[in-house]
């Protein structure tokens, strides 16, 4: 699927989301970095593609289906089961936005990327300090040994004083897995992060907003603040998000929403919802009823609605805002 006969579409996106505050200080860690014009996002049944411009035009986009059991998203265990059907499809990908020997930017499934909320009284300022005190703390929080891991950070405003800092870990065999996908398609892979942590510059309130994101088997809820992060949780589910109950999913996100409240002494006063498609508004009287407060699609409190095609919404339903977050977040 192509998206050149709406070029602008998501220019115009940005520019209106990144005018807000609180999306500002939320991007500031998510594009402070290089950002290549080419973004892949590899999930558990298909691989998505797009070359965009620097300011944020669609230049070109794809998707390719992935077989059930081909990626299997654990931070610790093998992820790619089909090396082979995985390198034709990202092959396929590349081909149609026209993609060789450049760098990529790499979305990769909530599972494979911890995410760890941390408090300090004082923390270094420098990252040759700063790694080693996280490594330390964090070392027991994770089921594989620190030497074999990527980790980065971000420090971010606390309101109880101290350094707030957002730490990611993941094990470097298993983003060697992903990258090798990349490189078998003759591009270099850049920078990696996961798609929740990519969407997340989708979110514009500076009320407290509870987001939560279904993807296959994964659930991965966060509490946003004023363009903080307050909370994160990436959890298992027994089903698959086709399969799943609205009862089950709110027992799902209510911990997290319930540890906000406690700690912060506040309440949810919004939440988003994406990964449930059609079957959306099952879910939207009980979370309501629990938490008092709106809920809607991730993408509906967006400028989107007017800017983007028809034919473009489905594809942001099926899950693919983690790339459409991370595009309009660019600089």
Not at 127 to 134: T, V
Not at 240 to 259: G, H, K, V
Request: proline share 6%; hydrophobic share 45%; glycine share 6%.
């Amino acid at each position: 699927m192509s998206l050149n006969s709406t070029p602008n579409m998501f220019a115009k996106l940005r520019e209106q989301v990144l005018s807000m505050e609180p999306v500002q200080r939320l991007v500031q860690w998510i594009n402070a970095i290089p950002r290549p014009a080419l973004a892949l996002e590899i999930s558990t049944d298909r691989i998505s593609g797009v070359r965009f411009s620097q300011t944020g035009s669609i230049e070109a986009f794809a998707v390719e289906p992935l077989a059930e059991g081909m990626i299997v998203p654990s931070p610790v265990d093998t992820n790619i089961v089909d090396a082979l059907g995985v390198q034709a499809a990202m092959a396929r990908v590349c081909s149609r936005i026209h993609a060789a020997g450049e760098h990529a930017a790499l979305l990769l499934p909530d599972p494979v990327i911890r995410v760890f909320l941390q408090q300090f009284g004082e923390f270094p300022r420098s990252s040759q300090e700063a790694i080693p005190l996280l490594q330390w703390k964090l070392k027991k929080s994770v089921p594989f040994e620190m030497k074999d891991t990527s980790l980065s950070y971000v420090r971010q405003a606390s309101r109880s004083g101290g350094v707030d800092v957002v730490a990611t870990i993941a094990r470097l065999r298993v983003i060697r897995e992903y990258e090798e996908i990349v490189e078998s398609a003759g591009l270099h892979p850049g920078v990696v992060s996961s798609s929740s942590l990519a969407a997340l510059a989708l979110l514009e309130n500076r009320c407290p907003t509870l987001i939560a994101r279904v993807a296959d088997r994964s659930l991965t809820t966060a509490v946003i603040r004023e363009g903080a992060l307050c909370g994160y949780r990436c959890t298992e589910l027994q089903v698959r998000a086709d399969q799943l109950s609205p009862q089950a999913f709110l027992e799902e996100i209510y911990p997290l929403a319930a540890y906000f409240q406690d700690a912060c002494h506040e309440k949810i006063e919004s939440v988003r919802i994406s990964g449930v498609g059609k079957w959306l508004p099952e879910f939207v009287a009980p979370i309501e009823s629990e938490f008092e407060c709106e809920v809607q699609p991730l993408l509906q409190m967006n400028p989107l609605i007017g800017h983007v095609a028809e034919d473009g919404l489905p594809l942001v339903e099926t899950g693919l805002d983690g790339l459409i977050g991370w595009i309009v977040s660019g600089e």
